[in-house]
């Protein structure tokens, strides 16, 4: 299945040609058992094996839950922010290009994300007080308007706009990329000393990945819901829940960070 996130897989495998055996002589398949089986009702998704819609909203709370909870040990040792931050990274990584979801790795994921997500909310409460708070109402905001959006069918991907995303994310990477180099190595942060006209250049920037993350949630949608539909295996939903909680993560850093250039140019 195509996504901006490494989120659903196709896990259906050929079925090999057996012979059709003799039931003729079967009591099994009497006129009367066929009639009752006929008029049962139909197996349901738990049943069958299949993912439900239950299936990512359990998986993704649980995975949610695990970064919630570690990000209030980052809360408290913000330390652990940087530590977090490259675990969360390799193994997002590892994540993205498993072939099958992994529910341990994914769990781990989770709990990285969220000693990283601690530490970084604590420093950027510190500078901006309620900066955090504003943070996450901005993220539920995007993504319940998102999901609102794409249920009455406002949001939709296209073949044409998803390859603009595509490069806009690679373009996105790459700046992100370079700025870890001129932040580390010179001190130079180009979201925060470049300017555009006098607009911080990281505000502009911003706009634009909370951008991306939008057309990320309704990727999301899309992949979670044509799995649903052609009745892929319940383990995808491991998948599910890592793309949205990957987008959820990305969307609330890149609101933390705008709010900051917003508040840092007020004072």
Same mark, same amino acid.
């Given at each position: 299945?195509?996504?901006?996130?490494?989120?659903?897989?196709?896990?259906?495998?050929?079925?090999?040609?057996?012979?059709?055996?003799?039931?003729?002589?079967?009591?099994?398949?009497?006129?009367?058992?066929?009639?009752?089986?006929?008029?049962?009702?139909?197996?349901?998704?738990?049943?069958?094996?299949?993912?439900?819609?239950?299936?990512?909203?359990?998986?993704?709370?649980?995975?949610?839950?695990?970064?919630?909870?570690?990000?209030?040990?980052?809360?408290?040792?913000?330390?652990?922010?940087?530590?977090?931050?490259?675990?969360?990274?390799?193994?997002?990584?590892?994540?993205?290009?498993?072939?099958?979801?992994?529910?341990?790795?994914?769990?781990?994921?989770?709990?990285?994300?969220?000693?990283?997500?601690?530490?970084?909310?604590?420093?950027?409460? $510190?500078?901006?007080? +309620?900066?955090? &708070?504003? *943070?996450?109402?901005?993220? %539920? #905001? /995007?993504?319940?308007? =998102? !999901?609102?959006?794409?249920?009455?069918?406002?949001?939709?991907?296209?073949?044409?706009?998803?390859?603009?995303?595509?490069?806009?994310?690679?373009?996105?990477?790459?700046?992100?990329?370079?700025?870890?180099?001129?932040?580390?190595?010179?001190?130079?942060?180009?979201?925060?000393?470049?300017?555009?006209? $006098?607009?911080?250049? +990281?505000?502009? &920037?911003? *706009?634009?990945?909370?951008? %991306? #993350? /939008?057309?990320?949630? =309704? !990727?999301?949608?899309?992949?979670?819901?044509?799995?649903?539909?052609?009745?892929?295996?319940?383990?995808?939903?491991?998948?599910?829940?890592?793309?949205?909680?990957?987008?959820?993560?990305?969307?609330?850093?890149?609101?933390?960070?705008?709010?900051?250039?917003?508040?840092?140019?007020?004072?």
């Amino acid at each position: 299945m195509a996504g901006g996130n490494p989120l659903l897989r196709d896990f259906n495998k050929k079925n090999g040609t057996a012979t059709t055996p003799d039931i003729s002589h079967d009591p099994r398949y009497s006129p009367e058992n066929l009639e009752n089986l006929y008029n049962a009702p139909a197996a349901g998704p738990d049943r069958t094996g299949r993912m439900s819609y239950d299936d990512v909203v359990m998986r993704t709370s649980l995975v949610l839950g695990c970064v919630i909870v570690t990000a209030v040990v980052g809360w408290v040792a913000p330390v652990l922010a940087l530590p977090g931050a490259i675990v969360g990274l390799v193994l997002g990584l590892v994540n993205a290009f498993k072939r099958e979801p992994s529910p341990l790795l994914i769990t781990l994921y989770a709990l990285a994300q969220g000693l990283f997500l601690g530490g970084i909310s604590r420093m950027f409460e $510190g500078a901006y007080p +309620g900066i955090v &708070v504003q *943070a996450v109402i901005g993220t %539920l #905001a /995007v993504f319940v308007s =998102v !999901l609102v959006l794409y249920k009455v069918g406002v949001l939709r991907s296209s073949p044409r706009v998803t390859k603009f995303f595509m490069v806009a994310l690679l373009a996105y990477a790459l700046f992100a990329l370079v700025n870890l180099g001129t932040s580390l190595l010179g001190g130079y942060n180009m979201r925060y000393d470049a300017t555009i006209f $006098g607009i911080p250049l +990281g505000l502009f &920037v911003g *706009a634009i990945a909370i951008l %991306l #993350a /939008v057309y990320s949630f =309704v !990727l999301d949608f899309e992949n979670i819901s044509d799995g649903v539909k052609r009745g892929i295996p319940k383990k995808a939903a491991w998948s599910a829940a890592f793309g949205l909680t990957v987008t959820l993560i990305w969307a609330y850093v890149e609101i933390l960070r705008v709010l900051s250039i917003i508040r840092s140019m007020s004072d």
